[in-house]
């Protein structure tokens, strides 16, 4: 209003606005002070974590374990309005989505999963998918193994194949962080590698049972599912790389910050590494 008022009479102003001129002359002589200054840097730090940001849940999460700060999810939203930063709403996009069905190659196993990812600790369900990123040079497929308890990309591998090499380096990454005597189920789609006698014959042995979602439903895999779409969101959404190998790095950093820094909200605030230790040490 008092960038209008040089322009327009401030009475015709105030009784447009339906305010009290006594009103408007108290808002002028008390300005009104920031939110929480003193954490703008770190929270605009939090922020810049990730290519396209994050949301005020997770500024307000880190600010409390990081910072030793008392903050509500509310004010961190309000500082970040007057901060001018924000993270887009995450909706239904056009991402390019890998079809890894082929039908009936192989072995196929019953959906002991039934869409109940919930589990009380790390090692016990986890899930797997491929997704695909399309850039200029080509296209990158990401193959990770999910733990629904810890929320931890457990492994992962990227390659500019969808192949069964990938999904051997995959399980060999497992593998060699599969604390001994657990038997956790690792779920999938009807993808063609996970059909593979290899593929099945390695988990066997190593005491790690099958699921498989019924053909054609996503949504049985959705635990996996979302860890793409957040990935995607922070991660890729309208970024390019010169190379696949930038690309692949960056993916690899990205992971890390997945599992070491990124706190959630189902974890009551913890990092899946934080509550991945945490289990270990009550066990």
């Known amino acids: 209003m008092s960038e209008l008022s040089g322009r327009y009479p401030l009475a015709d102003l105030l ?3 339906d305010l009290a001129r006594s009103s408007y002359y108290y808002a002028l002589s008390h300005p009104k002070a920031p939110t929480r200054p003193e954490l ?4 605009a730090e939090i922020f810049s974590r990730t290519a396209n940001g994050c ?7 880190c ?3 990081e910072q030793g700060v008392r903050i509500a999810d509310k004010t961190v939203l309000k500082m970040m309005h007057e901060m001018g930063i924000s993270c887009g709403i995450r909706r239904e996009t056009d991402y390019h989505r ?3 069905y082929r039908g009936a190659v192989g072995k196929t196993f019953e959906n002991i999963i039934g869409r109940d990812f919930a589990a009380d600790g ?7 998918d491929v997704t695909e990123f399309k850039q200029p040079w080509g296209k990158a497929y990401f193959a990770p193994v999910y733990d629904f308890g810890s929320k931890e990309i457990v492994a992962w591998s990227t390659s500019l194949h969808p192949n069964m090499a990938q999904q051997h380096e995959l399980l060999d990454q497992l593998l060699s962080k599969k604390p001994e005597g657990c038997a956790p189920i690792l ?3 009807m993808g063609w590698q996970y059909q593979q006698a290899g593929w099945c014959n390695r988990l066997k042995e190593a005491g790690i049972v099958q699921s498989m979602s019924r053909k054609g439903n996503c949504i049985d895999n959705g635990a996996t599912e979302q860890v793409f779409g957040h990935l995607k969101d922070e991660f890729f959404r309208n970024q390019t790389w010169p190379s696949f ?6 993916l690899d950093a990205y992971i890390v910050h997945w599992n070491t820094r990124r706190r959630q909200v189902k974890l009551k605030g913890l990092t899946p590494e934080e509550f991945r230790n945490q289990s270990l040490r009550a066990a």
């Open 15 to 17: 009784e447009c606005a």
């Open 40 to 43: 703008w840097e770190a929270a």
């Open 55 to 61: 949301g005020h849940r997770q500024i307000a999460m």
């Open 63 to 65: 600010l409390r374990a």
């Open 98 to 100: 890998y079809n890894s």
């Open 122 to 128: 790390p090692w016990e369900k986890m899930g797997t």
């Open 187 to 189: 779920h999938s789609n």
């Open 245 to 250: 190998e930038e690309f692949r790095r960056d």
